[in-house]
Nanobody, 122 residues
Framework: QVQLVESGGGLVQAGDSLRLSCAASGLTFSIYDLGWFRQAPGKEREFVASITSSGGNTYYADSVNGRFTISRDNAKNTVYLQMNSLKPEDTAVYYC???????????????WGQGTQVTVSS
């Protein structure tokens, strides 16, 4: 079956960096667009970043643009999220997802990981 497994989360201080990874199996990874979403306590899940199947185009939420970078390695079936200059408001559970279509929209994604916690202390 399809599995997306996130890793790399943790507790860091404001200004630090983290790199999240999401390893996929059970699907033809290279044909899917990929996204990262996050959900903070008491809030709805929100779009963070996405990358097209070829890796040729990337998109970011305004709140992370310039600080986060999404990338993918189709040979390793893995998508990454490099997060720099982290802020307390970045604290959330981060999810990777695979899908196609409108990449900002949760409904465009078919497969989801279980999430990894990122906590940024001030």
């Amino acid at each position: 079956q399809v599995q997306l497994v996130e890793s790399g989360g943790g507790l860091v201080q404001a200004g630090d960096s983290l790199r999240l990874s999401c390893a996929a199996s059970g699907l033809t990874f290279s044909i899917y667009d990929l996204g990262w979403f996050r959900q903070a306590p008491g809030k709805e899940r929100e779009f963070v970043a996405s990358i097209t199947s070829s890796g040729g185009n990337t998109y970011y939420a305004d709140s992370v643009n310039g600080r986060f970078t999404i990338s993918r390695d189709n040979a390793k079936n893995t998508v990454y999220l490099q997060m720099n200059s982290l802020k307390p408001e970045d604290t959330a559970v981060y999810y990777c997802a695979a899908g196609s279509g409108r990449l900002f929209s949760i409904s465009s994604y078919v497969y989801w990981g279980q999430g990894t916690q990122v906590t940024v202390s001030s």
